[in-house]
Nanobody, 117 residues
Framework: QVQLVESGGGLVQPGGSLRLSCAAS????????LAWYRHTPGKGRELVAS???????NYADAVKGRFTISRDNAKNMVYLQMDRLKSEDTTVYYC???????????WGQGTQVTVSS
């Protein structure tokens, strides 16, 4: 079992920044993928960004150049730096974990991000 706890969501004005954090605990495999998903109306849950324990990253086209994923393997932490936020980024963001490069196997409870003036 793996537990994921997100933090860092909140209200920010358009053009502003937020940094999400996620702490993973439990049975963590040395080779794994940590990722951020978000719930998008009409699309369901979509991948925002992912990063493997070996440093391979992947981003959704909608966030490339604005969001940066990073992680601290020693602490089992993953972060999502979100810059130049837009109103359409408003939604709940979820941290996920999977062994190796599999699709998300465990999900956090989510953290709300609201971009509004």
């Amino acid at each position: 079992q793996v537990q994921l706890v997100e933090s860092g969501g909140g209200l920010v004005q358009p053009g502003g920044s937020l940094r999400l954090s996620c702490a993973a605990s439990g049975s963590i495999f040395s080779v794994n993928t940590l990722a951020w998903y978000r719930h998008t109306p009409g699309k369901g849950r979509e991948l925002v960004a992912s990063m493997t324990s070996t440093g391979i990253t992947n981003y959704a086209d909608a966030v490339k150049g604005r969001f940066t994923i990073s992680r601290d393997n020693a602490k089992n932490m993953v972060y999502l730096q979100m810059d130049r936020l837009k109103s359409e980024d408003t939604t709940v963001y979820y941290c996920t974990y999977s062994r190796y490069y599999k699709p998300a196997e465990y999900w956090g409870q989510g953290t709300q991000v609201t971009v509004s003036s």
